[in-house]
């Protein structure tokens, strides 16, 4: 098993059960209780998980995010995908928006070769565009989130009132027809209201799993967005309920 997918496993595992010991992790991974120890170690210097002698425990409540550094590495090709079918839905020239989060800046890494004017709500994101030589690069104020690095509070909100988009891009912790598009964080539930605000059109990105997940802060209801880009597996029921609304839904 690659590194990556024993950390992913681990962290799972320990968040599912709220403490696992190194004995149990060992055999669920595969793996010698010596490795789990590094897994472990690591895992608790990234903040995924905390160490405790002979075992780990999750530092996740539940309905908390989980962290940027988990995320990052998780369904990468997917949100590839995701991110692609995006970017042939963006005209060169047009003015977007793009919210902060793992496929968000997929879809960032795409369009960083366009001819587009780009105002990236995450310092992630703004790495991934600065320098790209036909794209106009606009920043908003803020404080970044730690480890997110999303740009929070009055200051992004007052860049994104000031500004209308042709396109806004923006991520999800859940989205459903009846409960609408929602997120964990209160700050971040603001900006992407903000950014939905400024836009003249809303797609929304997220991989399948989220269209049956509701987070505790209300974005916008369904019907604010445009389109939906998910995945294949997404489940045809969420589908159907989010096309009756008039959203156009690409699985991809």
Known sequence: MMSVDRHRQITDAVRRAGQLSVAELAERT???EMTVRRDLELLAEQGLLERYRGGARSVLLRGEEPPFALRANDGVEV?????????EMVTDGEAVVIDAGTTCLAVARALARRRLTVMPLSLH??????????L???MPGGEPR?????????????????????TAIIGCCGLTAANGLTAYDLGDAA???AA?????????VTEAAKLSRTALALVAPASALDAVVTTDDAPDEEVDALTSLGVAVRRV
């Open 191 to 193: 900006i992407k209201r």
């Open 196 to 204: 939905i605000a400024s836009a003249h059109r809303v797609i929304a």
């Open 136 to 138: 106009r690069l606009l």
């Open 125 to 134: 994101a703004t790495d991934a565009l600065v320098g790209a030589p036909q």
């Open 30 to 32: 595969g793996t010698s």
């Open 146 to 166: 730690p480890g997110e690095l999303a740009l929070t509070g009055p200051l992004t909100e007052a860049s994104l009132a000031t500004l209308r988009f042709d």
């Open 79 to 87: 949100k590839q995908r995701i991110a692609a079918a995006v970017a």
